[in-house]
């Protein structure tokens, strides 16, 4: 290579690339129109497409927690996919990132991209020569400047130098609310562009990235239709979760129903189920009742962890040892307790259900990455390159770095996938079926989980389709609340494997409740599992095997099951006494993304992270609640 | 002392300043505005609002001294790195120094809209993608196989014979189907997976043929009708189309600039010579 002097480089290039997109604009003068326009021509074709409906309800899989370019931690982490990038990869075609070619095997259904409300606008001026604020006077004064030196000049005093600094500020000629106001509308076209009613849906969102004392208390907003408020509210506007319910709910009465939807509470420093509101006053029935009616889920397991349970408080789950993030602990301070786990706050939340007569955290479960390269769910465990740009975009980092201030590469877990329980694959037919909670979450394959209770469902079947039909018949299914019962409730669940990947081993019901007194209890059952074993003498079912070889990174199906169905009774239910149910479908054995990475790139397998994982799927709660 | 001279630590700063000799050797003329550093009372402004974003007070004095401090080791160490040229040879520091340039200058128009013949080239050009997929409207009889492999097979062969003999014949529990009616690959695979739906494009079509694999089990399978993929005129896809070629469209401005910053440079490939 023959070189010109090492420090010549940026500002020609700079400026080039400056007459260039300069020309650009020029030369697209006649065609280009409004963003409003396009918004709504698009929006009104797709409206018209008739859609096939399934009033049994089909699993669709997907996204609710992507982030792309235009959220600025991604951003400054190297990605360049946008919110259309993201649709697109979505829906399986091809991306590069980190140089890399990367494509998933299967489309998803849906997808909310959910980039950070804060500095939205900022990325929006900076990426877009379209954008308002294009026509500020400094950058006309820049279009007048001829002498290439004037130019520099000018890039560096209002651009470069401002994002040096170490608090980046907006540069003179961003223009303010605005600018994030035309960002959002960006997002909701590319989100209009590609939803495709039937085939793909693409919901409107945002991720609220509020952190108060570094304590996470992040939600993703999802809004129902085809279009969204005039701006995303972000942490720098609302400040705690109690103003940002009053905000949708002010979004809603204009016609503009959003659910909310929080994460990480694993990391939340026991601020996501509170016994106090932000105030530091103890909640009460109007803040439980609110939150419940706006946040009718929670992200139960992400690339920073999942939440459900640590074995460290669980000694007793055997299947607790899962994903269970520990690194996090290392940076900001953070430290696991038991109430930062979601099955402790579900029998936090029937305990408020007791004492306040609501329940503030009647949660069902969805699944989310949190992949900041815009890929959205991107869970297959040997398809994993990273999920946070460079940081852990090459096999040396994902083995020794970390995602600064967050987690050690290897201790990832890659995120889950969201199922939803819907008659369509519509905007409308999947956020509804969100709000009433008949949700799932997996830590990446398809299984499919269906689960209903009731006092009057038939115990001996062994037929999905009659469970079903029997299952909203004279029961409700996941997410739903039992009716007051005279007798014992019963179960009925049913899972089939993903059809591309790995059998079943068991399903478990877990119960949690809270006695008179208000103590908090659980228990948890083994209902249904493969290959005809049976339980010892202490009723402990024997693991189901394994079939991993760990030099090739490779499984079989020689164990498990395909399907399994299963029905269980509660005999030691109350009637006096909260509950909830929720049931877990454990996969057979298979390697964990560690170590497809190493086979796949001949180095030897990491010392301190599982090889193996047993993948698993997390119906919604059905809850109980005395009559008062 | 052995022990001394193999630590790493050590070497690293022997040649540092080893490099940093060199340095002022090789550059007597750097002047004393290189040497100044210069914290401004904006810069400390905003040292202060980080500080307070962060713990919700303004910082102490002696807080701000040490912030300010930090900065000007930052700042000292910044200068001195690349002095020394050290991040030239860290392909992180160059990746993300490229991608800084590619955020400044990327480009593109989210609203344009081609002319009309430009779009019928495109989509004459890439007709293939707009393709749709095969339908089908089948029935299918699932066997479930988590059972012994002698019974199975006993199965399998008694259902051959009832299906030849035009006889029918209930398949085993499940949530799949009977009938899939004009179904795309999303409603197949939903259910049967990619493998399965993969495997119907090669089986003949109004007779029972099986068993044919799926993630699940095995399946008896009665094509009804194939709807073969077709090419939708333009007119049906358009909106798609644009979308596709203004992402070209990005690519190739991309693609451009980069031209334009090569053109600027000569650069020569010195590849091994062969045998070496």
Redesign the interface.
Same mark, same amino acid.
């Given at each position: 290579? *023959?070189? *010109?002097p090492?420090t010549a480089l940026?500002f020609?290039?700079?400026l080039?690339?400056l007459l260039?997109?300069c020309d650009?604009?020029e030369n =697209?003068k006649g065609?280009?129109? @409004?963003?409003s326009s396009?918004v709504k021509t698009?929006r009104n074709?797709t409206q018209s497409v008739s859609v096939?409906a399934n009033p049994m309800l =089909?699993?669709y899989f997907g996204e609710t927690h992507v982030h792309t370019a235009y959220s600025l931690d991604a951003?400054l982490g190297?990605t /360049?996919l946008t919110p259309?990038d993201a649709y /697109?990869y979505a829906q399986g075609e091809a991306v590069v990132v980190n140089g890399v070619k990367h494509q998933r095997? /299967?489309?998803l !259904?849906f997808v909310a991209v959910t980039d950070h409300a804060e500095y939205m606008g900022e990325m929006y001026s900076?990426?877009?020569?379209?954008a308002p604020g294009h026509n500020h006077k400094l950058l006309k004064e820049l279009r007048e400047l001829k002498a290439i030196e004037e130019r520099q000049k000018w890039f560096l005093k209002y651009?470069v130098s401002s994002n040096r @600094?170490?608090?980046p500020?907006h540069p003179p000629f961003f223009a303010g609310q605005e600018t994030v106001a035309s960002a959002w509308q960006?997002n909701i *076209?590319a989100a209009n !562009?590609?939803n495709q009613p039937g085939?793909f849906t693409a919901l409107i969102a945002y991720e609220w990235s509020a952190a108060?004392?570094?304590g996470n208390l992040h939600r993703n907003i999802i809004f129902r239709g085809d279009s969204g408020p005039e701006y995303p509210v972000s942490y720098i506007d609302i400040r705690r979760e109690e103003a940002l319910w009053d905000w949708m709910k002010k979004q809603e009465e204009m016609g503009l129903p959003s659910l909310a939807i929080p994460h990480n509470s694993n990391a939340s420093k026991s601020m996501m189920f509170p016994a106090v509101d932000s105030e530091g006053k103890p909640i009460d029935a109007a803040y439980a009742k609110k939150r419940q009616y706006y946040e009718p889920l929670i992200e139960m397991m992400q690339t920073k962890g999942n939440s459900e349970v640590h074995r460290k408080f669980w000694a007793a789950d055997e299947f607790a040892d899962f994903e269970n993030a520990d690194s996090i602990e290392n940076s900001s301070n953070r430290k696991f307790t038991k109430n930062n786990f979601v099955r402790e706050g579900l029998k936090l939340g029937v305990g408020f259900a007791q004492s306040l007569g609501s329940n503030p955290f009647k949660s069902g479960f969805i699944g989310g990455t949190d992949n900041h390269n815009g890929l959205a769910g991107d869970v297959s465990e040997n398809n994993f390159q990273g999920a946070h740009g460079?940081e852990d975009g090459s096999v040396e980092r994902r083995r020794e770095a970390s995602v600064s201030g967050w987690i050690n590469s290897r201790d990832q877990s890659i995120g889950s996938l969201a199922g939803v329980w819907a008659t369509q694959?519509t905007r409308n037919s999947i956020w509804d079926a969100m709000k009433r909670r008949e949700t799932f979450a997996t830590s990446g394959p398809r299984i499919?989980v /269906?689960f209903f209770g009731g006092e009057n469902l038939p115990t001996n079947i =062994?037929?999905?389709?009659?469970l079903?039909k029997a299952g909203y018949a004279q029961g409700v299914p996941m997410g739903g609340d039992l009716s007051q019962t005279v007798s014992k409730p019963v179960f009925n669940v049913?899972a @089939?494997? !993903?059809? !591309?990947?790995a059998n079943l081993d068991r399903i478990q019901i877990i119960k949690g409740w809270v006695d008179a007194r208000g103590e908090r209890h659980e228990k948890i059952m083994d209902v249904t599992w493969?290959d005809n074993r049976k339980k010892d003498d202490n009723g402990k079912l024997p693991p189901v095997g394994n079939t991993v070889d760990l030099k090739a990174a490779t499984y079989t199906n020689d164990i498990g099951?395909?399907?399994l169905?299963g029905s269980w009774t509660d005999t030691s239910f109350k009637t006096n006494e909260h509950s909830f149910y929720y049931a877990r479908v454990l996969e057979i054995p298979t390697p964990r993304w560690t170590t497809y990475d190493a086979v796949r790139n001949q180095l030897p397998l990491l010392e301190d992270v599982p090889a193996i994982i047993q993948e698993r799927a997390w119906s919604s709660p059905i809850w109980y609640q005395p009559a008062p | 002392m052995k022990v001394f001279l193999k630590e790493p630590l050590l070497h690293f700063l022997l040649i540092g300043v080893v490099l940093f000799v060199i340095y002022e050797v090789l550059n007597p003329s750097s002047n004393t505005d290189e040497k100044e550093v210069i914290i401004n009372s904006a810069q400390i402004a905003s040292l202060s609002a980080k500080f307070e974003r962060t713990w919700k007070r303004p910082p102490e004095i002696y807080e701000l001294t040490t912030l300010i401090n930090e900065h000007v080791l930052d700042e000292v160490y910044f200068r001195q790195a690349i002095a020394l040229g050290i991040e030239k040879n860290d392909p992180l520091i160059r990746r993300r120094l490229r991608q800084k340039m590619e955020f400044y200058t990327s480009a593109g128009d989210v609203n344009a809209v081609p002319p009309d013949n430009e779009l019928h080239a495109f989509y004459q050009n890439n007709i293939q993608a707009y393709k749709t997929e095969n339908r089908y409207t089948l029935k299918q009889i699932f066997i479930n196989t988590d059972i012994p492999v002698n019974k199975l097979n006993k199965r399998l062969s008694q259902i051959k014979k009832s299906l030849n003999t035009a006889g029918t014949v209930k398949g085993d529990a499940s949530f799949i189907p009977e009938v899939f009616n004009s179904a795309d690959r999303n409603e197949i695979t939903r259910f049967l997976g990619e493998r399965f739906y993969k495997q119907l494009a090669e089986l003949p079509v109004k007779q029972w043929t099986g068993p044919v694999k799926s993630g699940l089990g095995l399946h008896y399978v009665y094509i009804v009708s194939q709807i073969p993929g077709s090419l939708p005129p333009l007119k049906n896809v358009k909106s798609r189309v644009i979308k596709d070629w203004r992402y070209q469209k990005n690519l190739n401005l991309r693609e451009m600039i980069n031209k334009r910053l090569l053109a600027d440079y000569v650069v020569n490939i010195e590849w091994p010579v062969e045998g070496l």
């Open positions: 290579m *023959k070189k *010109k090492y940026p020609p290039a700079l080039l690339v260039v997109s650009t604009t =697209n065609t280009t129109f @409004s963003e396009a698009e074709v096939k =089909n699993a951003y190297g /360049r259309a /697109r095997k /299967r489309p !259904d900076a990426l877009y020569k379209s651009v @600094s170490s608090v500020k960006l *076209k !562009d590609y085939q108060p004392e570094g460079l694959n499919q /269906r =062994n037929n999905p389709e009659t079903v049913y @089939s494997k !993903d059809p !591309d990947g493969s099951a395909a399907t169905t | -």
